[in-house]
């Protein structure tokens, strides 16, 4: 507090009247004290640390298990306080967790591309789909690929959207073919670009469809996490307490959930069109997920099907689109 507050509070809460001490005072015992304590603030700043590096959590990292549940909320699984960031540390905390799984894998897992992490999940999760983060691999691309362009032309940037947006994995390989051709890339060539490739199956969308994700590409759900416990611990928290303060957000996460099972139980979905999958997707699914439903059913509304041929019952499959325009595709 400034002097001038000091001198404030100290007259309000004195009591006696015409004793008041004013702001100069205050700054002259000030100034006095800073006199008297040269050559002792060395010393206190010094045992200030050590009290802080014998008490303090700081420097363990965090390492939650995130998910998302039946209303596509964030959901803590468990979490780790980590002694550091090594491959043989992740080894341990993987192996303690399919302890709490009972041996049990988990079928996807999404992280950021740390080496060490990576290696670990192979290791012990061998049976479980991993995928880079989609906002960590979208960083690297933009950073890497203006440079890419100026190397390889502007063309590159169109090869690039292409073999990453590719609708099928022979497909892909095509287009990497075709690029490695057009642009004479070898693979003694830009670094980069090649790991991206060889690691195209943890990143590229058409290796992933045969994986559900639950709605999850990225890791943010898990750094939503970190930051939502920024209400509740940090730097100075001590572990004995951090114990507690865990309890305390997992008991707000599942009031949350708590509070939007009860809002499912209890409000009645607004029909589009009393279609009958329609109502069964109403009466099963909660709120949040039957709005995801009705999106991709308001789209099914719009299409029809008619009979082409007979004999290999061949059919025609139609969209209205918002430019007055037919779109066809036929299958067989």
């Avoid at 943890?202 to 994700?213: E, Q």
Wanted: aromatic content about 12%; charged content about 25%.
């Amino acid at each position: 507090m400034p002097p001038s507050t000091i001198s404030r509070v100290i007259n309000a809460t004195n009591g006696r009247d015409g004793e008041l001490v004013t702001s100069q005072q205050c700054i002259d015992h000030i100034r006095t004290q800073r006199v008297n304590n040269i050559g002792h603030e060395c010393i206190s700043i010094i045992r200030h640390f050590q009290s802080m590096t014998a008490n303090d959590k700081f420097g363990l990292p965090f390492a939650p298990f995130t998910g998302v549940n039946h209303h596509r909320q964030s959901t803590l699984l468990g979490c780790a306080l980590l002694a550091d960031e090594q491959e043989d540390t992740f080894v341990w905390l993987f192996k303690e967790w399919l302890k709490c799984m009972h041996g049990i894998e988990p079928d996807a897992i999404i992280t950021d591309q740390d080496r060490a992490m990576c290696n670990a999940i192979h290791s012990v999760f061998p049976t479980t789909r991993h995928r880079y983060c989609y906002w960590h691999m979208q960083k690297h691309i933009i950073d890497h690929l203006p440079t890419l362009v100026s190397r390889y032309g502007e063309q590159f940037q169109r090869y690039w959207g292409l073999w990453c947006n590719s609708s099928s994995i022979e497909q892909c390989e095509g287009y990497w073919v075709e690029m490695k051709e057009k642009f004479d890339i070898n693979e003694e060539g830009d670094g980069w670009l090649q790991t991206v490739y060889k690691c195209r199956e943890h990143w590229v969308p058409c290796y992933l469809k045969d994986s559900f994700f639950a709605g999850m590409r990225s890791s943010q759900r898990s750094e939503s996490i970190n930051a939502f416990f920024d209400g509740y611990v940090n730097s100075q928290t001590q572990l004995h307490e951090f114990v507690t303060q865990y309890k305390k957000v997992v008991t707000h996460r599942r009031l949350s959930e708590a509070h939007e099972d009860f809002k499912s139980l209890n409000t009645k979905s607004v029909m589009l069109l009393g279609h009958p999958i329609e109502i069964q997707a109403g009466e099963m699914y909660t709120r949040n997920m039957f709005d995801v439903f009705h999106t991709e059913f308001k789209g099914f509304g719009t299409e029809f099907c008619e009979e082409l041929r007979k004999d290999i019952v061949e059919y025609k499959v139609c969209k209205f689109t918002d430019r007055g325009k037919w779109e066809v595709v036929t299958y067989e």
